[in-house]
């Protein structure tokens, strides 16, 4: 009885470590090596995503429906760039489903000289997508901005380059008030550091925040945090530790909230590019609160 026990235990152990793990999100259909940054409607029916192909020359948001349980063939987001014109990243799905945020260097209102990335939002329509428009240039500026997620209340959260231009970056959040978006303001410490901080995914309640720093004492290049807001105030980023985060680069992070699930982008680099998949895993935010 003792060993069957012992048996038991220990295969129960070596299932639970199974499923602990990330999984790579459906391989060979939607992870191909060149994709990141991917959101997923409320209602699990829609997923979009960047196709990257391993590189940055290139960076198109495509889409898939599932339909009877089965994510179908993917295509270019009706609302991105059918030539690649110009260049989508990061979709971000509004806590309600019925807006994408997305970053363009597509041609923007009243400024032509500007070739950066600039915060853009389309609505989610019965029969397919709206039309894209451009958020203003209160909350966007000549420097890029980019990763921008948005709490239930209309605030957003997102990534901007700072304008010193020595190849790091802030996360900022623009409040929505009376139908605007006001000025931006830089989150501060103990979230920004001398290091490089992106990619913010901002809860519905705006009462945490999952990002990407390149913090050294991390497990990679790039790792995953989370901190918590009390009383107004950030708390100190706890790293999401393993197996999330790796010797490997993780970014774009994005918490579906029906599901109970992270999502996130892996990246390794190879000598002529980079490969990028979608991973998920079982996640629980009260655990590191």
């Avoid at 060149?34 to 290139?58: E, H, M, Y």
């Avoid at 209340?153 to 900022?172: A, H, L, P, R, T």
């Avoid at 605007?180 to 519905?204: A, C, H, M």
């Avoid at 999401?240 to 790796?246: D, E, F, K």
Wanted: aromatic share 12%.
């Amino acid at each position: 009885m003792f060993r069957i026990i012992t048996l038991s235990i220990i295969f129960l152990s070596k299932v639970n470590a199974v499923f602990s793990q990330p999984h790579m999100f459906e391989p060979g259909l939607i992870s191909n090596g060149g994709v990141f940054g991917l959101t997923i409607s409320p209602d699990s029916r829609t997923a979009l995503w960047v196709q990257s192909n391993g590189r940055r020359d290139t960076l198109v948001i495509m889409e898939s429906h599932k339909k009877n349980g089965r994510w179908s063939k993917p295509v270019i987001a009706g609302f991105s760039s059918a030539t690649a014109s110009w260049k989508d990243i990061d979709p971000m799905f509004s806590p309600g489903g019925d807006l994408v945020l997305f970053q363009s260097t597509r041609s923007v209102p009243d400024k032509p000289g500007r070739t950066g990335f600039d915060i853009w939002a389309v609505k989610k329509e019965k029969n397919g997508w709206g039309e894209p428009y451009h958020l203003g240039n209160v909350i966007n500026s000549d420097a890029s901005e980019s990763y921008a997620s948005m709490s239930a209340n209309g605030n957003i959260y997102f990534m901007k380059e700072n304008e010193d231009q020595v190849g790091k970056s802030d996360i900022y959040v623009s409040e929505f008030r009376n139908g605007n978006y006001l000025l931006p303001k830089n989150l501060g410490r103990p979230v920004n550091t001398s290091q490089r901080e992106s990619n913010p995914f901002i809860s519905p309640a705006e009462d945490f925040l999952l990002y990407f720093s390149t913090d050294s004492t991390g497990f990679g290049e790039v790792d995953l945090y989370i901190s918590f807001r009390k009383n107004e105030q950030w708390t100190a980023p706890k790293n999401l530790g393993q197996p999330i985060n790796s010797a490997l680069a993780e970014f774009c992070p994005f918490l579906h909230k029906k599901e109970n699930r992270l999502y996130f982008s892996r990246q390794e680099k190879l000598p002529n590019r980079m490969l990028e998949n979608l991973y998920y895993i079982d996640f629980d935010v009260e655990k590191y609160r």
